[in-house]
């Protein structure tokens, strides 16, 4: 089979599901996986950045794909299970025809959709994405204005990306342009050097606009990267685009790393906001920063983008949002009592009750062994726990402030620095500009390493 011939069966069955057929970019994707490339060589061959592909464009196909033939899929095993969805769908189904030795990957139709392990950000059309009013309404409202300046602040794993997937796909379907960076994705080498990550943040946009870069016609060291960027974004992307642009940096608390580059990057994204009230094509320009930790680069305050726009702060589920998304894997938690003894040991951490509920659909614990067994290492949060305990091992002074949090219940002031990173883990949370442990997991866990 061609991957032609299979993009035309794909984009069938999508039809016939009433689900929107594979875009550009997505088509593009599945050629590059089925040709056995990586994300890096699909995204040279063509003209997007890896870090759009792997973090916007892959999670989202995947998921709809793994939707479609009811069975996870990843990279690695996407051809395999593709190959043998198509052929199980080919096969003739009058009674007279032997069957195919292929089973069916295919759900039937009435029956829940399948759950993929829950891992990475959340596509805007899955079932499994729970809104948190008011959040993605005024993030979408915010964007549709002009010169509009957003600011997203979570831990990691709360669902940052998964809310700027939604906002992205709010904001196509206005008719606007959109990009999304993830500065994870991004050498050290080229945040710490002003010019290097200006001339790449020029270049990825460009890119993922599918404009020619002509970076060479607007650098001019003379006048200095600041202002070469600011008329390449201006007269390059924005005067020929002619449309709204919303710019996602997501994990932009990598460029706090280097506060010498981050003193100058502030306030260049303050100016083009500032921009927008005295030159109408910056309007244009709708700028969303997201980030997992506090701003602590010294700034005076009329630099900073930090004081100006809409800040929003993503927080944990709720009970009943708990309650909604464990009716989505199919659980009948009508009553509070089981999502009450969940959020007793997670709290609303979403990544936490996503890996919980995914477990529990697939009946492979009772709620009762999942908790019981939640903070040791047979438990379905190694993974996740031992991450973190690797960091904090790496830092003793961070630890042993940690420590301090955990021999109390009560609420604690801690030094701004170790906050913000305790806080950027997702380790504690903020009450009353004091701090405490996050949830009753993270506490027994570390109890039994410290």
Known sequence: MTVDTLI??????LAARQIRPLNPAETLLLRGIWQYQTYTQIAE?????SGYLTNVVAPELLHRLSDLV?????????????EAYTASQSQPKSLGQPQSLIPSLTPEPNSAVIPAFPSGPIASDSPFYIERPPIESQVNDE??????????????????????????????????????????????????????FLRSLCASVTRQLQLEPKLDDYWDEDIGSKVSCTLYIRQHL??????????????????????????????LLRSWYEEAKRVSIWQNLRLIIAHSTEVYVPL?????PFNV????????????????????????????E?????????????????????????????????????????????HHLQRHWTILKQQPDLLQTFRTLLSTRQLVHLESNFAHQLNGMGLINYLEGKVTVSCELYRQYFQTRI
């Open 338 to 382: 089981s999502a009450k003894q969940l959020m007793a040991i997670v709290g609303g951490h979403p990544a936490l009750i996503h890996t919980a509920l995914y477990h529990l659909s697939r009946k492979q614990y009772t709620l009762s062994q999942l908790l019981t067994a939640a903070a040791t290492p047979t438990g379905i949060y190694h």
């Open 45 to 49: 061959e063509v003209g997007y950045s």
């Open 70 to 82: 009811g069975q996870r899929l990843t990279k690695k095993n996407c051809r395999i299970l593709l």
């Open 300 to 304: 005076q305050l009329n630099q900073s």
């Open 8 to 13: 035309e069966s794909l984009n069938r069955d």
């Open 309 to 336: 726009g809409l800040a929003t702060q993503l927080i944990g589920f709720t009970l009943a949002q708990v309650q909604q998304l464990a009716q989505r894997y199919t659980l009948n938690w009508s009553n509070e």
């Open 238 to 267: 924005l005067e020929k685009i002619k449309t709204p642009l919303v710019l996602v940096l997501d994990e932009f608390n990598q460029i706090f790393e280097y506060p010498q580059v981050a003193k100058d990057v502030l306030p």
């Open 143 to 196: 964007i549709c204005k002009p010169g509009a300046l957003v600011r997203v602040k979570a831990p990691r794993e709360m669902g940052k990306t998964s809310l700027l997937l939604h906002v992205l796909d709010h904001a196509q379907q206005q008719g606007y342009q959109t990009v999304y960076l993830n500065l994870e994705q991004m050498d050290q080498a080229i945040c710490a050097d002003l010019n290097r």
